[in-house]
């Protein structure tokens, strides 16, 4: 499986970006059977979870820190999953990966809020 993320950049405080993460390559499973998700990382944190999504797309999870500001969708037809970051604040600042069936990674994509 190759997941590509696209989106990142460089965004003032309270600027928004969206995400993308193109799926191919799925052998024996399909992109709308496989749970996706977004992870973030910074220099000497661990990786964390900040959304995830169920295959159907109608339920997704949040941590604390971006409910209300970011939104995680999919599109099936597509093999892609999008998060949505509204009101990007500095402590977003991380590399951006996207996880399929909590098996598969994507590259990483940097994205940096600052003024």
């Known amino acids: 499986v190759q997941l590509v993320e696209s989106g990142g950049g460089l965004v003032q405080p309270g600027g928004s970006l969206r995400l993308s993460c193109k799926a191919s390559?799925?052998?024996?499973?399909?992109?709308?059977?496989?749970?996706m998700a977004w992870y973030r990382q910074t220099p000497g944190k661990g990786r964390e979870m900040v959304a995830n999504?169920?295959?159907?797309?109608?339920?997704?999870d949040y941590i604390d820190s971006v409910k209300g500001r970011f939104a995680i969708s999919r599109d099936n037809a597509k093999n892609t999953v999008y998060l949505q970051m509204n009101n990007l604040k500095p402590e977003d600042t991380a590399v951006y990966y996207c996880?399929?069936?909590?098996?598969?990674w994507g590259q990483g994509t940097q994205v940096t809020v600052s003024s």
């Open positions: 996880n399929a069936a909590s098996r598969f």
């Open positions: 390559g799925f052998t024996g499973f399909t992109f709308s059977s496989a749970e």
């Open positions: 999504i169920n295959r159907f797309g109608w339920r997704a």
